[in-house]
């Protein structure tokens, strides 16, 4: 089992940024991918950042990509996503996803939240104008 708690999350202005934090306990040695995801009102959710734990390869979709960042700190058990240059499409509720299975579909699968087997409670980003 590995528990997650996100924080970080709040109001912003279109072109601010924001730090998501992802705090992993648990079996937390045997994660092999981490993702955040978020789901706006009376949509699918959407992966919007992926990592390997082992080797760092990161996937970020187009719609994000060159704004948002993913990082982990091993030694806090922690994984991060920066949000940079923000914008009203990006409001939604944001949440943390580990998985310690094999990955099927290929590198990019890692953004499918079907992939995942625990997931946060979630961490509000309201985006405004």
């Known amino acids: 089992q590995v528990q997650l708690v996100e924080s970080g999350g709040g109001s912003v202005q279109a072109g601010g940024s924001l730090r998501l934090s992802c705090v992993a306990s648990?079996?937390?040695?045997?994660?092999?991918?981490m993702g955040w995801f978020r789901q706006a009102p009376g949509q699918e959710r959407e992966g919007v950042a992926g990592i390997y734990t082992v080797g760092g390869t990161t996937y970020f979709p187009d719609s994000v990509k060159g704004r948002f960042t993913i990082s982990q700190d091993n030694a806090k058990n922690t994984l991060y996503l920066q949000m940079n240059s923000l914008k009203p499409e990006d409001t939604a509720m944001y949440y943390c996803a580990a998985d310690d299975g094999l990955l099927y579909g290929g590198g990019w699968a890692i953004l499918l939240p079907d992939r995942y087997k625990y997931w946060g409670q979630g961490t509000q980003v309201t985006v405004s104008s």
């Open positions: 648990g079996y937390t040695y045997k994660t092999r991918r």
